[in-house]
Every structure is written in structure tokens, then in C-alpha cells.
């Protein structure tokens, strides 16, 4: 009810700003799916896809490339998968094309006021201080992590999970502990316990969350969290408090994390000298911050925030994305068979030469491995859509042009300051100009045969979109990609993974990420069942 009565008068606000607003971009010459209502345009239609990609797919076949879509109140939204738009948009623009803020909102509750949240200048200084952590050289030493604990997820299979034969396991959840724990040690050097089940009050409040607070929100909640875009700054503080589930576990989840990572902190830095040779990130960070240089700090607040938003996008996400492969892989036992023979192949050499663990070399040897990774982050991008807003007034280049409502050729969009963008990253990654005409087939010898060079380059790897790219891009890639070499090469070496004997329908849900759900059976949460089996 309260949002309800919010809702009214606050629409008559931000409709007279928006209606203000279209005058000065009208977007009605580039064809478009025209919305289902005024009030919500296709904001409803599109959160509650029953599938990723499902509407992005059917405007594309439909507009080209390149098309419009309408969001709340009428206002009009660029929707785009054109690899120059990408690359002009995430590369080449700086900060010219900043996050919506509403979704920016969202990430600060999530998150804090860290580097996920922060737009312009203030990002730019989260990010120089971060980038250091992310660096080639000191995520080499996170290798060792990476497989002492996916080690030990495996111990914990054959021990406890693998008992009777084969056995079901819900291997997104396994996994998900198991990204947790890593990113807890390698972020700020604490132990979720999550592998353990140890019920760490907070591995608890991050499971399933993104099940608790973004799938099936209301219609009236989704008009609300919208309706932030047109909010002076000083209201800004006080959203958080919208009374609804959702806020409030998003509450209760902030105030856990930042108790406990308080904690951890002031442990940290009661002896700076001990900090010597620690290499967690938030132990680099403190001695960043050591540093005169007022561009080199961090406050207390932002600090818990980086750890903060490390957790949170940095350990469901890789987690799926695994899932999805294992997925795939119990769909294409013959590539699964042959990934396995070319991990044990490695294995034998690295024995050979007195060594037990793979090294990052190792790693980069094994193509099919790293290409049946590069296939899925292709096919199943976690992040499947972000949303843009204009600074200043610009012209967007487009590769593959398009035909106008009244019959033109358009090779270029002239765009205004203010005006929205919904990048379709999953239509990019789907491109049969740019990936095959088996685009939407799972295909990891693709990248076998693609020259990448004569493509339009946009992202960080792979040349695809997953990561993002350009000065907002995942700060994480490199992270996420030892880390997935690290526990496939473990898992796969080990086990074998085919589908159930019971059948389960597994969707690609829209919950803020994309995540794994067994249709109709929304109770067991974010799931993927496989069989799983010790290989021969
Ligand atoms: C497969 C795994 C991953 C995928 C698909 C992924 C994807 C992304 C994407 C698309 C963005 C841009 C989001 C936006 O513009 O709103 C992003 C940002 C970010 N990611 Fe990742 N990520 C992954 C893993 C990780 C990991 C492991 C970490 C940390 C260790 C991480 C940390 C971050 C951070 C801090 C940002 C914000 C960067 C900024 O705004 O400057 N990510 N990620
Ligand atoms: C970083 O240094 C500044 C200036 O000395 C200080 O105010 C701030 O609290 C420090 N941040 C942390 C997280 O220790």
C-alpha cells in the first residue's frame, strides 16, 4: 500500500520530466516492438522474460541489430547487440556513458558506496587504487588458493556426496561455496567456512540471494526502484528503507557484512609490519592507503565496500558460469571426454617433471579446456544486459546498419545527453556475423577456427561482451579465468558429469544475474542437478 500511494504521486513528477525529457530525443524513426503499456513500457515484459535473452533474440530477428524499445512513461531506449556501438559505448567513450542510476542505486545497497556504485571521478579513483590487486603478477599467487580449495570440494564429493552411485548433485551450489570461500581469502583473508557448512552467519545471508531480493519482484516495486531516476540527491540516503522483503534482507545482509568485515579490518591493521608479504587485497589496499596521495585513499566506508563488492560480484557469478559448463559438458559427453584426456595428458607431464600442480602455463596449454570456457561465458553470460545513460550529446557508429520505420539505411545514431541504452550482451554474443552461422549452438571448436582479428574488438576476453569492457569492464576477468582453469581442470580430471535420470528443466532465469532454476520448482532455489560420477 505505501508503495502504491509513493508510486502515484511520484509519477506525476517523473512523468512531467519525462514527457520534458522526450522532447529533445526522439528516437521514433528506428523500428521498435512498440509496448505492451504506457505506465511500465516493456520494463515488466523484459524482467520477467522466462528465459535470458528470449524478447533481446526476437527483436533482433525482427529490427536488425539495432532497434528501440520503450521503458517506463514512454521513454524511449536504444537497444543495440552492434559490435561498433559496443565498442564506442564500453571502449572508446570514458566516462561519457555512465550506469542508469537506479541500477547504480541498486549496486550501492548491494554493495556500499564502493567501486561497483561509484560513477565519474570517484570511480576512477576506486578504480586506480584497485587495479594493482588485479594485476597479472599478483593473481598468480592466487593460484595455490584456487586449488587447495577446489581440492578440497572434491574431497568433500567423494567423501560425502558421491556415497551412493550416481548420485544427483546440485553442483551450483557446491560451487558457489567453493567461489565463496576462495574469494573470501583472496579479498580480505577470511574464512567463509562455506565448503565446511559451517553456517557462517555470512555464507548464510549470501545464499540464494539473489533468488531473495530480484526474482518476481512486484510490478509496483519495479515502477518504484525506476522512479529513483528522477529523485533529487538528497532523497537518495533514505530508498534503501522501502519497505518491502527484498529491502529488507538487502538490509540485514549489509549490516552482517559490515560487522564482520569490521572486525577482520581492525585485526588487520592493529600491526601494519605484519602485513608484510600478505597478499589478500585488502591487505594491499591498506598499504595503498598509506600513501600521501589523497587519489590513493580510501575511507573506512569505501574500503568495507571494495570487500564488499568483491564478495558480491565476484563469486556467484564465476560459479555459474561453471555450472553452465558442466551443464553443456553432461550434454556433450564426446568434448567432455576429450577436455578430460587433455587435462590427464598435462597431469602426466607436470608428474614427469617432478612437479604436482599445474602452473598458469599448464593451464593456458589446455585450448580445449580454456575454449570450452570461452564458449560458455559466450553462451551463458551471466551479465546479459547493461544499461547506459548519456553524459553529453554524441553520434554512435554502427557496424551492421539498419533500415528506418520510413524505409532509410542508417549507418549512425545521433544521440543526446540523457538518452538510455540497453546494450544486449547476449545478442552480441549470439552475432552470426561475428561468431558463425552456428551462433546459437554450444561450439566450443569455434574458437579453433575464428580469426579473431578481423573483428571488431570490444571486450576484455575472447573478444566477448561477458566481462563488459573499457573503464567499467570486470576488474575481475583474469581472476574469474584462473580461477574456472584452475577448478575445471580439478573437477574434470576427477568426475563425470551427465545429465539426471530424473528429468529437471533448467532455465536461464533474469534475477539481477542470470542464474539456474528447475522450471516449477522455484522452492529449490538457484539449482543445476547433474549426475555426477568418478571417471575412469
Ligand atoms: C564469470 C565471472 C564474471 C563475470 C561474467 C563478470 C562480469 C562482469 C561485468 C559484465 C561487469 C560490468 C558490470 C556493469 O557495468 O554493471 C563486472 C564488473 C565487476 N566485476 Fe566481474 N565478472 C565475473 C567475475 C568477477 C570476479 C571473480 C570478480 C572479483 C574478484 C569480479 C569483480 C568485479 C568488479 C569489482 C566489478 C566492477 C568494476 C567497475 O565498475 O569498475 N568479477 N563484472
Ligand atoms: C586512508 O588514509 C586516510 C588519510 O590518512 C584516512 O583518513 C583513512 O581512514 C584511511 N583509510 C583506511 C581504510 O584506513
Redesign the pocket.
Known sequence: MHLLILAAFLSVTAALTVVFRRRYRSLSYIRGPSPPSWLFGHDIAFLRQQEVGEKDFKWMKEYGVTWRITSHFGTQVLMTADPKAMQHVFHKSGYNYV?RRDHAEMSRMFTGPG??SAQGEV?QRH?KIMNPAFSAPQLRTFLTLFQDIGIKMCDKWKGEVLDAPDKTVYVNKWLARTTLDI?GEAAFAYDYGALDQRNDRLSKVYSNIFVKTTLHSSKWLILWRSMWNYFPDALMPYIKYTPTKEHRHIRHATRIFQEVVGQVFDDLTGDVSEKEGKKDVMSILVKANASEDPKSQLSYTEMTAQMQ??TF??HE??AS?LSWMLWELAKHPDYQAKMRAEIRATRSAVLARGDTSFTIDDLDSMTSVLNAIKET?RFH???FN?WREAVNDDVIPLSEPIISATGETIHSIPIRAGQWLSMSICSYNRLPQVWGEDADSWNPDRFLDIDQTKQVRVGVFANLM???AGV??????R??LI?MQALAAELLERFEFGLPKEHYEIVRVPAGLMIPLVKDRLELGSVMPLQVSMAQ
Not at 472 to 477: A, D, L, M, N, T
Open positions: 550506469k567501486i561497483i570511480h578504480r574469494i563488492s568483491l560480484a565476484g557469478t564465476t558460469t561465458l553470460p551471466i551479465v547493461l561477458t566481462f563488459s567499467r569492464g570486470c576488474i575481475g576477468w581472476f574469474s580461477e
